[in-house]
């Protein structure tokens, strides 16, 4: 009897310590070639319960690559009257029961991540429904691999039993950190003009000149390794976005403030301003981001193979503007 009271506390302390499947071993990491488009630095904006959202979205696999931890916060520039969010998702697989589970932990407590999202994948879109107690919820993640972009589409049951839209977001890829770049040869700052963009401790660069130009890199995901190298050749110039008609007019800059290599001019301080009727995009400068089209009040501005047909001459405007200014 003695001994058997003695023994229990190294027998709980095996057991909480030892559960089985501390000795399973761990399962093969999860691969999904389309979640794996998810993995990256984000802005996301839209609409949620028809309010504006920017958010910053940053997604990486963790967990023995098991899981894709999604995390979203209100962006830190985002309007004052905008309401502050922010969330974790973990975005798994089980083989099992062959769908997808996506587990939401927000600012909004425990009530709201005590249901699980189960989802399926048709083509490009993974649909997820949560069977909440007050009505199902779906939220179908939707990737555009031609723009590498993602549509977040959140739909719920009202108490009528009518489907409505809760949320409905564009997320645009932005160059994780351009810390982790700037050291390659490859890099945007070797596209900058000498000097403008070298920051301290990086090797000072020069760009050539337009004409000398045969090839350049021109997009953040072919410099993180995910794509191959897009040519710019001289006589055959590949715009990546052009600003077209509707910014005539309106000239409001929200572009400016969004692009990150400030390859959107003129900008509000520069001389020429005020005697441009629009704005226009470098075709050297621009890495092919799309983070200015979301912005623009007036879709003024297009990728290429978007641009509606009427507009095609905006295309040699925007490149013109840039070759008048360098002669
Ligand atoms: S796509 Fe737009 S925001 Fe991105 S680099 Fe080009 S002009 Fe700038
Ligand atoms: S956001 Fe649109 S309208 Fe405003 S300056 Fe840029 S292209 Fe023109």
Redesign the pocket.
């Known amino acids: 009897m003695k001994t058997w009271f003695y023994s229990l506390p190294i027998i709980v302390l095996v057991t909480l310590t030892s559960p089985l499947r501390l000795h399973a071993q761990s399962p093969a990491e999860w691969r999904d070639d389309l979640v794996d488009h998810m993995a990256g630095t984000w802005k996301l904006q839209g609409q949620i319960m028809g309010r504006d959202a920017h958010h910053e979205v940053d997604a990486e696999w963790v967990l023995n690559h098991q899981f894709l931890r999604i995390h979203e916060i209100t962006e830190t520039g985002a309007p004052g009257s905008e309401k502050r969010y922010e969330a974790t998702w973990f975005l798994g697989y089980d083989p099992v029961s062959e769908r997808y589970v996506l587990h939401l932990l927000d600012v909004f407590g425990g009530r709201f991540s005590e249901t699980l999202g189960y989802g399926v994948r048709d083509g490009n879109s993974i649909r997820f429904v949560f069977e909440y107690p007050d009505g199902p919820f779906h939220t179908v993640f939707q990737w555009a691999p031609e723009k590498d972009t993602w549509r977040w589409l959140m739909t719920q049951k009202d108490k009528d039993g009518k489907w409505a839209t809760f949320g409905d977001f564009q997320l645009t890829r932005q160059p994780k950190s351009l810390s982790a770049v700037i050291s390659g040869a490859e890099s945007p700052e070797m596209l900058q003009p000498e000097g403008a963009r070298t920051p301290a401790g990086a090797t000072a660069c020069t760009r050539p000149a337009f004409g000398d130009i045969k090839i350049a890199v021109r997009s953040w995901s072919s410099i993180l390794g995910q794509t191959v190298l897009k040519p710019l050749v001289r006589g055959e110039l590949e715009m990546?976005?052009v600003i077209a008609e509707p910014c005539i007019g309106t000239k409001d800059t929200a572009?400016v403030d969004?692009?990150?290599?400030?390859?959107?001019h003129p900008r509000k301080d520069e001389a020429d301003f005020e005697a441009e009727t629009q704005l226009y995009?470098?075709p050297v400068?621009?890495?092919?981001?799309?983070?200015?089209?979301p912005v623009c009040p007036v879709t003024a501005?297009f990728?290429l193979e978007d641009l509606p047909e009427k507009w095609n001459n905006f295309t040699p405007i925007n490149a013109d503007w840039y070759t008048n200014k360098k002669a």
């Open positions: 990546a976005y572009c969004v692009c990150p290599v400030d390859c959107i995009i470098s400068e621009c890495i092919d981001c799309g983070a200015c089209v501005i990728a």
